[in-house]
C-alpha cells in the first residue's frame, strides 16, 4: 500500500532561531499522521534541522540538488554534500527554478539522476502556467515535462520517486485547482508514466498536489483516487497550519 507523503516547502523562508522553533512546534501536531510528514527547507538550515527533528518520524528535504559531484559550480550543493546531511528527499523542477533560474527539462532531467545516485528521494515537480492552461496546452505541457524529467531513469527507480503537480498559477496565489481539476491532471501525468514504464508502476507512483493547499481544502483534495499527498509552500510555515494539512482527515 502506498503511503500519502505530505511535504512543506518553506522556500526561502526561516533562519536556524526560526527552524528550531518550527519544528519543536510541528513535532507533537503530527506524531500521530498517517501520511508521511516531510518539511524541505533552505540548504543553510538543513544540518540544524536534522538535529530537531530528531525523535520524531518527519523526514527532512532540501530545495535543489547539483548534477555534478563536486567542482567549480559556484553557488550550488552537490548530491554528497546532502547526503552527508542525511537529508531524505529533494525538491528537484520546482516552477520557481524553472521560472527565474533557467531550470529546463534536461537539468531537471540531470539532477533527478543525481538524487537517485546519491540515494536521496526527488520530488520533482511538473505544472503548467496560467497562459499554456488557457491555451488549451495543460496536456502537452504535461507530457514533454514528463518525458523530460524521466528520460534514461530506468524502472526499478521509480519506486523511490515523489511527483508533484503544481499548477503555476496556483502557487502563492490563494487560487486552487478545484479537486477535480487536479485530480484530472494528474491523471495525465500517470498515464504518461504508464506508457513508459507500465501500470503497476504508474499506479504505485505517489503525485501530489501542490499550490496554494491549505488546511481548508486538504481534505477534498486527498479524497480524490490520483492524489497521494501534498506539496505545502505558504501553509507549511505555520506549526498549526501545516499540521491541519498533514492531519487533513483529522
Ligand atoms: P503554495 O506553494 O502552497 O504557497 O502555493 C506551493 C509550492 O510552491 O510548492
Not at 105 to 114: I, S
Request: aromatic share 6%.
Amino acid at each position: 500500500m502506498k503511503k500519502n507523503i505530505i511535504a512543506g516547502n518553506w522556500k526561502m523562508n526561516n533562519g536556524l532561531t526560526e527552524t528550531i522553533e518550527l519544528i519543536a512546534a510541528l513535532k507533537p501536531l503530527v506524531k500521530d499522521a498517517e501520511a508521511e510528514v516531510a518539511v524541505c527547507v533552505p540548504f543553510t538550515d538543513l544540518a540544524v534541522a536534522k538535529k530537531a527533528l530528531k525523535g520524531s518520524k518527519i523526514k527532512l528535504g532540501a530545495q535543489n540538488i547539483h548534477w555534478a559531484d563536486k567542482g567549480a559550480f559556484t553557488g550550488e550543493i552537490s548530491g554528497a554534500m546532502l547526503k552527508e546531511l542525511k537529508v531524505d528527499y529533494v525538491i528537484i523542477g520546482h516552477s520557481e527554478r524553472r521560472q527565474y533560474f533557467g531550470e529546463t527539462d534536461a537539468t531537471v532531467n540531470a539532477r533527478l539522476k543525481a538524487a537517485l545516485k546519491y540515494d536521496i528521494k526527488p520530488i520533482v515537480c511538473v505544472g503548467e502556467t496560467l497562459a499554456e492552461r488557457e491555451a488549451g496546452k495543460v496536456e502537452e505541457v504535461l507530457i514533454r515535462q514528463t518525458e523530460g524529467a524521466f528520460a534514461d531513469i530506468d524502472k526499478a527507480s521509480l519506486k523511490n520517486i515523489v511527483v508533484a503537480y503544481e499548477p503555476v498559477w496556483a502557487i502563492g496565489t490563494g487560487k486552487t485547482a478545484t479537486s477535480d481539476e487536479a485530480n484530472d491532471t494528474i491523471a495525465i501525468i500517470r498515464k504518461k508514466i504508464q506508457k513508459l514504464y507500465g501500470s503497476p508502476v504508474a499506479k504505485a507512483l505517489r503525485i501530489q498536489y501542490g499550490g496554494s493547499m491549505n488546511a481548508k481544502n486538504a481534505k477534498e483534495l486527498m479524497a480524490k483516487e490520483q492524489i497521494d499527498g501534498g506539496l505545502i509552500g505558504g501553509a507549511s510555515l505555520k506549526a498549526v497550519d501545516f499540521s491541519q494539512v498533514v492531519n487533513y482527515n483529522a
